[in-house]
């Protein structure tokens, strides 16, 4: 079934720890997104790439990096997680990043990351 | 700068009521408005989508949005609610041509929709 798949679907995590979370798209999109939930919130944009090989950031980028190294994939590091990273992530996909924004983004089932 | 506000946190009806869920937007540049659904532990669906073809847009589950300029609004409705419309809704914008967004969107606070029998 083509989509986004996610994972890991939920991670407990120490304070400190170097974690990846991994986003596979079979779509062939040009854009990927990585998006953090949280309650009240709404989602906020972490990072952004609009065509392999390229990443840009987003509202709130600090204690994340990014790579596009392929179409397909684009996985989200915390390279020392804290506390205020838990959250819910979720990867989205849309077949052109930067076009006035018609087109669909699609999303993965999301990411759940606690941070102790 | 662009915002979108979803005047309502929740909003309960009941089963075969109407459902209105109110978004507005304030934005310098003609926006493409959207409205996503989030059921459970699931990620984000497209309902419909707004990019200035029609100003009420039509969307699936039976929901429509109207793009109002002049009120700066994009309400979603739909005229009898079903127990399986309980979920989060999210009120989406996103700058036009004339802006610089890059594919960014800028989400709404989300509003729940509790059904009852």
């Known amino acids: 079934i083509a989509g986004i798949t996610q994972a890991p679907t939920s991670q407990i995590l120490a304070a400190g720890r170097r974690m990846t979370l991994r986003c596979t798209q079979d779509?062939?999109?040009?854009?990927m997104y990585w998006y953090r939930q949280d309650l009240g919130l709404g989602l906020r944009l972490i990072h952004y790439?609009?065509?392999?090989?390229?990443?840009g950031k987003g509202e709130v980028p600090d204690g994340y990096s990014v790579s596009r190294a392929n179409t397909d994939d684009f996985p989200l590091t915390l390279a020392s997680a804290v506390p205020s990273q838990t959250s819910v992530y979720f990867c989205?996909?849309?077949?052109?990043?930067?076009?006035?924004?018609?087109?669909?983004?699609?999303f993965g089932e999301g990411s759940r990351l606690t941070v102790l | 700068a662009q915002s979108v506000t979803q005047l309502d946190s929740h909003v309960s009806v009941s089963e075969g009521t109407p459902v209105l869920l109110r978004c507005n937007y304030s934005?310098?540049?003609?926006?493409?408005l959207f409205w996503y659904v989030q059921h459970p532990n699931k990620g984000l669906q497209l309902l419909l989508k707004y990019t200035s073809a029609a100003t009420l847009v039509k969307g699936i589950n039976g929901f429509e949005a109207e793009f109002k300029k002049s009120e700066t609004s994009f309400h979603l409705t739909k005229p009898s609610a079903h127990m399986s419309d309980a979920a989060e809704y999210f009120c989406?914008?996103?700058?036009?041509?004339?802006?610089?967004?890059?594919?960014?969107?800028?989400f709404g606070q989300g509003t729940i929709l509790t059904v009852h029998p």
């Open positions: 989406v914008g996103s700058v036009g041509a004339g802006g610089t967004s890059y594919g960014k969107l800028t």
């Open positions: 989205a996909s849309k077949r052109d990043g930067t076009s006035p924004n018609t087109g669909e983004l699609f």
């Open positions: 790439s609009n065509t392999a090989g390229t990443t």
């Open positions: 934005s310098s540049y003609s926006p493409s």
């Open positions: 779509m062939r999109h040009n854009a």
